[in-house]
């Protein structure tokens, strides 16, 4: 009766594509984004000793020069048209 009560293994199905020629660049099937290898955050997991030198690492990077510019730039618009919008007296900075 152990016979008939038996499962089956499922059949495995070997499946390589036609014009696939494997030149050691991995798996055609596995999703990666193009720009991960050039990120340092879409590096191996590791513990937190390893993720905090990664971090340091990118912080000790120089980025764009212009990019503090224009980010204060961006920042003071920004906080003029707040002030602007919440009626706020700048003459109260100014004297008479």
């Given at each position: 009766?152990?016979?008939?009560?038996?499962?089956?293994?499922?059949?495995?199905?070997?499946?390589?594509?036609?014009?696939?020629?494997?030149?050691?660049e991995?798996?055609?099937?596995?999703?990666?984004?193009?720009?991960?290898?050039?990120?340092?955050?879409?590096?191996?997991?590791?513990?937190?000793?390893?993720?905090?030198?990664?971090?340091?690492?990118?912080?000790?990077?120089?980025?764009?020069?212009?990019?503090?510019?224009?980010?204060?730039?961006?920042?003071?618009?920004?906080?003029?048209?707040?002030?602007?919008?919440?009626?706020f007296?700048?003459?109260?900075?100014?004297?008479?």
């Open positions: 009766m152990g016979r008939f009560s038996r499962l089956r293994k499922n059949k495995k199905y070997g499946y390589t594509p036609r014009y696939y020629d494997d030149k050691g991995g798996n055609p099937f596995k999703i990666q984004h193009r720009l991960d290898r050039f990120r340092s955050t879409a590096g191996p997991q590791g513990g937190v000793k390893s993720r905090w030198k990664r971090a340091m690492a990118d912080s000790r990077q120089k980025g764009d020069r212009n990019y503090k510019l224009r980010f204060y730039l961006v920042l003071a618009i920004l906080l003029l048209l707040a002030l602007y919008l919440l009626d007296d700048l003459s109260i900075f100014f004297p008479k």
